[in-house]
């Protein structure tokens, strides 16, 4: 009886001394449990490739694994649906990747969302890809965006530029000419992805090529193509003899692709923390920032202030631009 | 070009460049031969082990998983009309047909010989033909594209046996569904009746293990359940044909391997086209006594010889212009690009040791997958003498677990069901899956090449055509496919 006393006790100390090891656990170890980092596109496109570049080195950082979820559809908002509605207690081993401009289709009316920026609990910024102009390497119109430009004004409707589809980075950058350049007058031909812009501006089904610098670097070694602009507020480290667009029409025309992450909403501030220093740190990495270079994905991290800065100029840019009244 | 192909051909044999390809090759069979995983999912998954490795090893990895999925994919579609990647939905018709009357490894041995040397020949079409050849793929225009996709539509007058019809409404049904999504050319929502799972459109792989895997286990599931799908319960263990097969076959296998080569140079086209175009075209060279649509042998050397055709001339735009043709294309150019190799002509100059090693390693990659396949295939034949009332459901489970895992998108789930069903019924009311799904693949190439041939040609089409030759090659083709379609074939008439 007594022997059967003592196991109990013994039990019920172990079984405490167990639970507060865990709640020490809880408390000062996080992450527990492998992280998810939900990529909201199909295997093997770009972003793709950039996170389960980046996994391994933020797995260091953090000391769990982390693994590339695909939550593919709805233009990404398959995934962003369910990102904004995690509960900061049972989704805090989840990370979502979020593209801009991607994720302001929201602000499209026809799209009928409900979600803001605001219900996102973005953490970093990522990667930031400017969007570039190329014409064709040799074209006698036009060498240069000044020329480019000039060329278009005495021949509206007259040249094509491919593009990828209406609401993304590349068209916003040609939007945004057409509303304030007057007589920017241009055909438009677009398609869902770089290789059928690539393949008909070099095969001159058409005159000129919207693009990101990331994509277009390595056509323009081959010397196929030749960027003329660059579509941000300052020159491109890969491009420093490309002049922006501002520079050659004092038109701050800014628009390029990006990749933030976001986590949780409410969830706590020590784990966000946790998160958020293992992100800056794997970002910093030279192993990955050297792959990331052959990758030609121009890596910038952004946190707080600063990160939501550059996101709502992106949203005011987009509302300004407001693709959805132009097209018929 | 080729003789200095030639002095990497030893590399192939380096121990880490074997163990690749054997890695590569495992991955791409099992990967393939699940529907719904398909080859661009196997190549990105193998992108992360790839990094430990020096590039050409890491691209060897990739391409032999690139050309082990696209023939795995065929073994799930002969054996159980559940098509493992896009690429085999053609397969799938006469080689299920072919299970289906207990002639599983005769269906597997010619799928094998067609894939194995349908991919050798690629590879060395790829090795020696690379640059000039990438030039063809710049002669393709939004006229061109909006013409193959009509000459890929000519296809359903032959695929859908019965009633031509019957054949052309699936067809039309197939590119009505094509237009829902979000329309690039204006960002609206098309026919998506705000239902999120509408909005990038509706996936070629959902639509295809719904109208095949999950449609033939909702068939299955009627009759006996102790019956097997072939109604054998012993498999032979000739694997490999043997002359007199091959040369029966012979002009079929031409026929597959062309189609698929020249394709394969056709950007986003290629691919998911040149099988139906190689089944078609044998359709139309029938004689009498050919059992088209009841397990033709021909058509399915033919659909095997295309899709493995294409794989190696599917790279060559990717490697010479930077321009990967589809997606698995696509995961290999991110993967050259991560290894600091830039895509495009000067790789030829300045790294040729990296990029004919990995041509040759595609090549060799090729003749490994030849070895394996005979021995997974006889292994996996076995499931067509499970009884068909535990092969349904198992068929039903796949489906929905392959549909989900590789985009864990639960609405592809529900569409995927939704395309069962409706195969299910159209199987029952002799309407033609394969119209419906080619009117869904070729649909948007068709409406792409349109609208931007209206674009570029100023909304004068006809005169644009006419200044091209290759658009007028392609006008006369399908004048004539469509006149010879009407003509009734000597083996209608029995």
């Known amino acids: 009886m007594k022997n059967i006393k003592r196991f109990f006790s013994s039990l019920v100390i172990a079984s405490a001394m167990v639970l507060s090891t865990i709640g020490i656990n809880v408390a000062y170890a996080y ?26 080195y933020l797995s260091e950082e953090l000391g769990v694994p982390v693994n590339v979820v695909n939550i593919a559809g709805g233009g990404g908002w398959v995934a962003w649906a369910q990102a904004v509605k995690w509960d900061a207690e049972k989704d805090d081993h989840k990370l979502q990747v979020v593209n801009l401009p991607h994720v302001l289709s929201m602000l499209d009316p026809r799209m009928k969302r409900t979600e803001t920026l605001e219900d996102f609990n973005f953490l970093a910024w990522h990667s930031l890809d400017p969007c570039i102009w190329a014409v064709r390497e040799g074209d006698e119109r036009f060498q240069s965006l000044a020329e480019f430009l000039d060329y278009v004004a005495k021949n509206p409707n007259e040249v094509i530029i491919s593009s990828t589809a209406v609401g993304s980075d590349d068209h916003m950058g040609i939007a945004f000419a057409e509303k304030n350049i007057p007589d920017f007058k241009v055909r438009k031909i677009y398609a869902n992805g770089d290789s059928k812009k690539i393949q008909e501006v070099l095969a001159g089904t058409s005159d000129a090529v919207a693009g990101n610098v990331g994509y277009y670097v390595p056509q323009f070694m081959e ?106 | 070009m080729d003789i200095v192909a030639l002095n990497y051909l030893g590399n192939i044999f380096d121990v880490a460049n074997l163990l690749a390809m054997l890695l590569g090759v495992l991955v791409g069979l099992i990967i393939g031969a699940i529907p719904g995983l398909s080859p661009p999912m196997a190549i990105a998954l193998m992108i992360p082990v790839s990094f430990q490795f020096p590039p050409e090893t ?7 998983c690139f050309a082990a999925g696209i023939y795995g994919g065929s073994f799930s579609a002969i054996l159980l009309r ?89 067809g039309a049904f197939g590119l ?38 999950f449609a033939q286990a909702l068939e299955l599931s009627e009759g006996e359940a102790k019956n097997t799908i072939s109604g054998v319960q012993k498999l032979s263990w000739r694997i490999w044909p043997d002359l007199g097969e091959i040369s029966r076959l012979r002009w079929s296998l031409i026929r597959g391997w062309s189609v698929g080569l020249v394709m394969g140079v056709i950007p986003a086209a290629g691919g998911s086209v040149a099988q139906w175009i190689a089944y078609a075209w044998e359709i139309r060279r029938a004689k009498p006594g050919d059992k088209f649509g009841e397990g033709e042998p021909k058509g399915l050397a033919a659909t095997e010889g295309s899709n493995n055709g294409v794989t190696g001339t599917s790279l060559v735009p990717m490697f010479v212009l930077g321009i990967p043709g589809g997606i698995s294309a696509a995961v290999i150019f991110g993967a050259l690009m991560i290894h600091g190799l830039q895509p495009g002509l000067r790789l030829f100059k300045n790294s040729p040791e ?50 989900y895992a590789g985009t864990n998108n639960i609405y592809d789930v529900w569409i995927m069901i939704g395309f069962g069903v409706i195969g299910y019924l159209m199987m029952k009311t002799n309407f033609s899956t394969a119209g419906l799904l080619l009117g869904l693949i070729l649909g948007p190439i068709a409406e792409d090449g349109m609208r931007d041939l209206l674009i570029v040609s100023n909304n004068a089409p006809v005169s644009y055509i006419l200044t091209r030759p290759i658009s007028l090659v392609l006008v006369v083709s399908i004048a004539f496919i469509i006149y010879i379609s009407f003509k009734p074939q000597p083996w209608q008439e029995k």
Request: glycine fraction near 8%.
């Open chain 1, 223 to 328: 010397g196929k193509l030749r960027p003329i602009a660059v579509l941000s507020a300052e020159r491109s480290p890969n491009l420093p003899s490309v002049p922006t667009f501002a520079e050659v029409t004092g038109l701050m025309n800014i628009s390029y692709a990006g990749r933030t992450l976001a986590t949780a909403p409410g969830l706590s501030e020590e784990k966000r923390t946790i998160l958020l220093d293992a992100i800056k740190r794997a970002l910093a990495n030279p192993e990955y920032v050297m792959k990331e270079m052959n990758n030609k994905n121009p890596l910038m991290f952004k946190e707080g202030d600063e990160l939501w800065a550059t996101l709502r100029s992106s949203k005011a840019m987009v509302e300004k631009v407001k693709f959805w009244e132009m097209e018929e």
């Open chain 2, 354 to 403: 990296i990029i004919y090693t990995i041509m040759w390693g595609f090549i060799a990659a090729n003749v490994i997958m030849g070895f394996f396949a005979i021995f997974l295939a006889r292994i996996m034949a076995y499931l067509t003498v499970i009884p068909r009332g535990l092969i349904a459901p198992l068929i039903m489970i796949f489906s929905v677990i392959g549909t």
């Open chain 2, 82 to 170: 559940a098509p493992g990647t896009s690429a085999s939905a053609a397969s799938s018709i006469e080689g299920y047909e072919m299970t289906r009357r207990g002639k599983a490894i005769q269906a597997i041995r010619i799928s094998t010989f067609a894939s194995v040397v349908g991919g050798i020949i690629s590879g060395f079409v790829l090795l020696i033909l690379a640059p000039p050849l990438a030039q063809v793929a710049l002669l393709f225009g939004p006229a061109e594209y909006f013409l193959v996709a009509i000459l890929g539509l000519t296809a359903i007058a032959s695929v859908s046996f019965g009633s031509v019809f019957k054949g052309l409404l699936s």
């Open chain 1, 31 to 56: 992450p527990t449990e492998p992280i998810q980092l939900v990529v909201p596109f199909k295997p093997g496109g770009g972003a793709d490739r950039t996170f389960r570049l980046f996994a391994p």
């Open chain 2, 176 to 213: 009505l569904i094509s237009t829902i999504g979000i329309d690039q050319y204006s960002g609206f929502p098309r026919f998506t009746f705000d239902f999120v799972g509408f909005e990038a459109g509706l996936g070629i792989l959902p639509a295809i293990i719904g109208l095949f895997a």
């Open chain 2, 58 to 64: 890491a691209l060897i990895l990739l391409v032999s």
